[in-house]
């Protein structure tokens, strides 16, 4: 079973120059986990699967949180919490996307893809 969480927008303090740290940066997130079971379609029961709020809470946990100069770093702070809280996931990926950069070109956003498997 594969559970996503699909565009999760968060202000927070990443990046490499000091007024993204100081001033923020829109981001948004998605993130899909593969479980090892997916009994909840016969139960219909939360505690067989899990809760999209705590997929929600992780990213935000991290998001929200102390600066990262990389957005990888970010990626990875997400990952090795899902995979160290929830022992059901057996991979993951995570995409982190950031607006309002600055890049040459000005490109509607920059960003990592990360995916990790158990």
Known sequence: MRIFVQNLAFSGRHGV?????RDGRR???DLS?????????????????LDYRR???TILE????????LVERLADQILTALFSRH??????SV???KYATGVP???ACVGVQLERTR
């Open 27 to 29: 981001f948004e997130v």
């Open 95 to 97: 995409t982190i996307r």
């Open 17 to 21: 120059y000091e007024d993204e740290r």
């Open 33 to 49: 986990v593969d479980l090892a079971e997916a009994t909840a379609g016969q139960s219909d029961q939360l505690d067989d699967t």
């Open 62 to 69: 991290f998001g929200q949180g102390p600066s990262c100069i």
């Open 87 to 92: 022992s059901e996931v057996v991979a993951a």
């Open 55 to 57: 997929l929600a809470e």
């Open 105 to 107: 070109g000005n490109p």
